[in-house]
């Protein structure tokens, strides 16, 4: 909530408080070889994403991409574990956003190729005709009529 009224210093506080939190339970699930840390694993890359898109949105691009390829690597290390279409689609939302970051930046060649990488994900898992294809295809189709 948040976030979507642009409190973008409280949110950040919030989601870095929800890391320290997940983090803590995914230390004692592995401690404990508790099957659930990958659940927990997979909500420190979501919280992740979600402190990037913050990190952008207060106009720290550096603080936001580090924090977008940590939360894709989280993502994508959690998906071998699982092997979950959720996952992937997880993956994929990470990848749309560091697209979007990226043509916010006039980054168009680099938001062609994440842009291209997330689309592929959720045609996989979507099919083509899903709306969340359509809008990923969309923004792959305005990075490459700036970037021609």
Not at 8 to 16: I, P, R, V, Y
Not at 45 to 71: K, L
Not at 117 to 134: K, P, R, Y
């Amino acid at each position: 909530i948040l976030y979507a009224e642009e409190k973008f210093e409280d949110s950040l506080k919030l989601f870095l408080k929800a890391l320290e939190i997940y983090t803590k339970i995914c230390d004692y699930s592995e401690v404990q070889n508790d099957s659930r840390r990958h659940k927990h694993g997979n909500g420190i890359a979501i919280v992740n994403n979600n402190i990037a898109c913050v990190h952008f949105q207060m106009g720290n691009s550096i603080a936001a991409f580090a924090t977008f390829e940590e939360a894709t690597r989280q993502t994508k290390k959690h998906m071998l574990a699982t092997k979950g279409n959720m996952d992937l689609l997880h993956v994929a939302t990470t990848l749309c956003n560091v697209g979007y970051a990226k043509l916010q930046c006039k980054d168009y060649e680099n938001a062609i190729t994440v842009l291209e990488e997330a689309l592929l994900v959720q045609q996989s898992v979507l099919g083509d005709d899903h709306i969340v294809v359509m809008k990923t295809r969309g923004n792959l189709e305005f990075a490459n009529a700036f970037h021609a």
